[in-house]
């Protein structure tokens, strides 16, 4: 896939993971590219999230990610790092270190040594072309594949490319995620496309409910191309949904595609929370695992977070099987809703009332395979 | 273990369990017993819950309980069974169904067949006697042993019983707790003393950070022993704890305790959240089994519900040994904590700020077996 005109991008090995692997991805705007960006709220966040979030109203001329090394909680010795790459790459292309974004992901609290990081920049700059692949892969952690995905925007072209994995929760699920348009849009305009594609996209997937200290989406216009802001708002929510979507069904452990479905919330916004709940369910996850419709875990995940749910209007449909309602399960209805869940995806639709607020999360099943990833000393 | 005066009990097979192990439990009390008792606050709580918990108020002549299955998520059928259950035991013993409390654990969702419990309660009536042993079999469903614990209060005993295993969350843990004393209180004052008891056990444990449909816990007295408040109070949360303990020893797939203390939070209830969030969080569990001290996933758990949390007033401990301190990673020490994790049992300790909130959350490693029993076709 190509980046839209006014971008180029490259992936490099700069020493810092141990297999050879690409581990560190330059994109170089054209020009100062206008940009958006949402980033993790934990207290914990890394020293690259502060940097970033820092740079926002001022136009970026590149964004460096690095991976292999999360750069979080590595105090001071960790904002030396960032400052030093920034200043490394503005050096390099010839501009000032605050028009740089940065972003990193791996392990937390390694202490990242910046001087391969430094080193590197040279031949990423060398080796800057159109093509997203090297830079895809170059921001990959535990991903078994790249994540891209692109739309039209009127005349204009939005693409996305992101890594997910693990520690994908809402409030932006772990994951980095880097757009390019060259649509035209003011700052703060684009922001708003951004936030309400984010809040509708990886804020509504969750893998194991574990918020991150390096969540980071950034979202950068050259401005070459007018479009309506429909049009733009449009393209990017759905970049922002493929990649969602693509981070999931790449889960650590991963064997399937759980679609939590919630209709009939008093509010949207409940909706996504009585989701999540469903979507957070270690025992409901394990079961979605071995093809198990144990529907009682997802109705007690509901109400653990909704303590008003009147079980008579709740009505619960597991791979369009229902299981339960009115109030009393259905008869004779598990072994076809086994058979549905078999599947690589499948849907549970929780009818929890009479409400307008409806939302869908995303999630994966808890395989053994995710416990043996995580419980590997990974430090 | 004997139960106090006052007490005695049974456990029989009525046939719910397939394997042919104990499933219906019994406590008699030789005259009506003053009770207190705390239940689940989910909205999908059992027929069961919801009969005991009308019962508080009225002294009881008996609890009865079934295992392997919840009576959850069963409507009009479930309610049916609860009450033909405490009407047959009532008749049996002579007095009214409101003097019957009644608790169920096991599968959610799955009609209970009232009939086989019915049928057993003479041999449960003929079985009674003073020892725990059968009682505490009987109420047993993935608990690889049973808990009991003791206390004295002065010249009165306190004695308890539990079950656990899984759905072990704050509010209260998935669990079924009955305890017992000789010693004379109002109801209302036992209540208070429970309730504070509970608080600082029970609630203070997650397994797997998912609330149940059952929680219940009965502290009956028979009233023939005086006692201070404060020596009855001090025994029964002595009890809770062991029994708390307990159940996460024993949790499922579990190979190890993990303690999570928390300190200098701005407040008691800021040290529970704090602390249950570390607990919850599947990846640190992951870690935990395989002891790795990814200590950076506890502090993404923290940073992730206290979002004012200031790294540089954070310490972290692993097994004694001290990994994070004044916002950094402390140079060589993972080794040590890598060891000290491959106890049976083991410490974390979070120091989050200078206030004057504390708390202790116990929890366990997650381990690819907790996942393949849940996985399981249970239903």
């Known amino acids: 896939m190509r980046w839209p005109e006014g971008f180029r991008s490259a992936g490099v090995h700069a020493g810092i993971k141990k297999d050879g692997a690409l581990d560190l991805g330059m994109i170089l705007c054209a020009r100062p590219a206008v940009w958006a960006g949402t980033f993790t709220k934990n207290a914990a966040a890394a020293a690259c999230v502060g940097w970033s979030r820092g740079r926002l109203g ?10 292999g090394n999360a750069n979080a909680c590595t105090g001071n010795p960790g904002r030396e790092a960032v400052t030093r790459t920034a200043e490394a790459v503005a ?3 010839g501009c000032k270190p605050e028009e740089i974004g940065i972003a990193s992901t791996g392990p937390i609290g390694v202490p990242l040594d910046v001087s391969p ?5 040279p031949q990423a700059l060398a080796g800057l072309d159109d093509d997203v692949e090297s830079f895809a892969s170059s921001i990959m952690t535990t991903d078994t594949r790249i994540k891209v995905a692109e739309a039209r925007a009127g005349g204009a072209r939005v693409v996305g490319v992101a890594k997910g994995a693990a520690m994908l929760a809402p409030n932006m699920a772990t994951m980095l995620a880097f757009l390019a348009t060259d649509a035209g849009i003011a700052g703060a305009e684009l922001q708003e496309v951004l936030d309400r594609s984010v809040a509708r996209s990886f804020d509504r997937i969750s893998v194991d409910a574990c918020e991150s200290t390096n969540d980071s989406v950034f979202c950068l216009a050259s401005g070459l ?7 733009l708002s449009g393209a990017v929510e759905s970049v922002c949904t493929s990649l969602a979507r693509a981070m999931v069904e790449d889960a650590e452990g991963a064997s399937k595609v759980v679609a939590i479905r ?4 008093t509010s949207e916004e409940g909706a996504v929370s009585l989701g999540r709940a469903a979507a957070s369910s270690t025992l409901w996850r394990a079961a979605a695992h071995g093809s198990d419709p144990n529907w009682g875990r997802i109705l007690a995940a509901l109400g653990s977070v909704d303590r008003s749910i009147d079980l008579h209007g709740v009505d619960l449909a597991i791979a369009g099987v229902t ?3 009115g109030g009393e399960p259905v008869e004779g209805a598990l072994s076809g809703a086994a058979e549905g869940m078999a599947a690589g ?3 549970v639709v929780c009818t929890v009332g009479a409400g307008p607020g409806t939302a869908t999360i995303l999630t994966s099943d808890l395989s053994p395979d995710y416990v043996k990833l995580n419980a ?4």
């Open 323 to 325: 299981v339960f309602r």
């Open 225 to 231: 191309v007018d479009v309506s802001r429909d049009d």
């Open 91 to 93: 050096a390099a292309i």
């Open 262 to 265: 919630v209709l009939g919330a």
């Open 58 to 67: 001022t136009p970026l001329r590149a964004v460096v990610v690095n991976s």
């Open 117 to 121: 990081v430094v080193a590197a920049i």
């Open 345 to 347: 995806e499948f849907e």
């Open 376 to 379: 590997e000393g990974s430090t």
